[in-house]
Each structure stands twice: as structure tokens, then as C-alpha cells.
């Protein structure tokens, strides 16, 4: 852990499970922030199914929108963690519905013409029995480092379960030794450049 100044990360859960309901990707995303923890990030965490997200692709979308809220408290935060589970091998209609809200910030600059988003650190997290985290890893990815985030070394964690069965992560008796590995340096990867950024920040056009 460092003494460096103190750094805050905001994990977008896209389950799809309301509140108070047991959720596999909350698991696995507040492990993620138990990671960064030790790394000196204070972290919190949304349950987006819970909130009204409209859809669209503006930072506001009118009366009773949730994300101008959710957007404000991305913007106050060094890394950005978007944890989805696997449905039919894609991410979940949410967590789609989070990265079309994320494209609003292509038009949101400084006075030197940066996004607002230049110098914050994304993560994925994945979760599911089924295939497709690589996938919907690099999509998540793509579409986070086109709206200005910074994707950090070894980046994503994901767990996938035997497929075809009813196998969950938050059902396992304990994490598996390979997905604690990679938080880990999930974590001090993301901690590292997410300080670098802050003190150095990228250059305007």
C-alpha cells in the first residue's frame, strides 16, 4: 500500500437482479474493490438495475433520470470499474445500457479541449456459466477506451462457471486461486497508473 494521495474508484454493477437480491457480479466486483483497497482506493458501488438509467446517448436525459447522478459521481472518482454477468455471451442489456450513456462524454471537454474522462482508469469484471468474457471484455474495453478511459495492464478479471450447468461464484466456497491472482494485479496495476495520471495529466491536442 502506498502513502501516495488518496485515489476513489466507482464500480457500476450491471446485474441484473434488483436489490435486495443475491448478485454474483456485486460479489465479484466488491472483491475487486477489496483489491484496490489495499492499494489505498476507497471505493463504492451502484446497483444500476436498481435506479431509473434512461435510455439514450446524452449525459441527461430529462425528468427522472438516474445517470446525471451516477455520471457525477464517475467524474469525482479515479477508476471506473463496469462488472457484468454473461447472458446468452454478452454483457447484460445494463451494462450495454451504461456504455451508450458513457458515449454523451465524447462532447464533454475542458477549456484545453480533453475529455473529462482523460486520466481515469477503467476495469472490467465478467461473471457467468457460460462463454463469452474475452468478448465482452474487449468490447467493454473498446468502448471505455473510446470515450477516454485508460485501460491499465491485465485489466479484466472474469470467472466463468461450467457451462450448461447452474453453477454460480457467489455459490463457491471459497475464489478461486487463478481470479484472485488477477485481481491482485488487477488492482496494483490500476492503483499505479491511476496515481501516474493524476499527477502527470495527458497533454491537450
Given at each position: ?5 488518496p485515489?476513489?474508484a466507482?464500480?457500476?454493477n450491471?446485474?441484473l437482479?434488483p436489490s ?13 474493490l ?5 492499494h489505498?482506493v476507497?471505493g ?7 435506479l431509473?438509467v434512461?435510455p439514450g446517448v446524452?449525459?441527461?436525459m430529462?425528468?427522472g433520470d438516474?445517470w446525471?447522478?451516477?455520471?457525477q459521481?464517475?467524474?469525482e472518482?479515479?477508476?471506473l470499474v463496469?462488472?457484468?454477468p454473461?447472458?446468452?455471451g454478452?454483457?447484460s442489456?445494463?451494462a450495454q445500457r451504461?456504455?451508450?450513456?458513457l458515449?454523451?462524454?465524447?462532447s464533454?471537454?475542458?477549456?484545453e479541449?480533453r475529455?473529462?474522462t ?6 472490467a469484471?465478467?461473471?457467468g456459466?457460460?462463454d463469452g468474457?474475452?468478448a465482452?471484455?474487449?468490447g ?11 485501460i491499465p495492464?491485465?485489466?479484466g ?7 450448461m450447468?447452474t453453477?454460480?461464484y457467489?455459490d463457491?466456497?471459497e475464489k478461486?486461486?487463478?481470479v ?13 497508473l491511476a496515481?501516474?495520471?493524476?499527477q ?6
Open positions: 500500500m502506498t502513502n501516495s494521495a485515489l476513489t466507482l464500480a457500476l450491471c446485474t437482479t435486495p437480491g443475491e448478485s454474483s457480479t456485486e460479489l465479484m466486483s466488491d472483491q475487486v477489496n483489491a484496490l483497497r489495499e489505498g476507497e463504492r458501488s451502484i446497483r444500476v438495475v436498481d431509473d434512461k446524452e449525459a441527461d430529462g425528468a438516474a446525471p447522478g451516477i455520471r459521481q464517475m467524474l472518482s479515479d477508476i463496469i462488472a457484468t454473461t447472458w446468452v454478452q454483457r442489456s445494463v451504461v456504455i451508450e450513456r458515449d454523451a462524454e465524447l464533454a471537454t475542458d477549456d479541449g475529455l473529462e482523460f486520466g481515469k482508469v477503467a476495469l469484471v465478467v461473471v456459466n457460460e468474457a474475452h465482452i471484455t474487449a467493454l474495453f473498446q468502448g471505455l477506451n473510446d470515450v477516454g478511459f485508460t495492464a491485465q485489466g478479471v472474469y470467472w466463468n462457471g461450467e457451462a450447468t453453477g454460480d457467489k463457491l466456497d478461486p486461486e487463478a484472485a491472482s488477477t485481481m491482485k494485479t488487477l488492482a496494483a496495476n490500476a492503483a499505479h496515481r501516474l495520471l493524476k502527470d495529466r495527458y497533454p491537450p491536442a
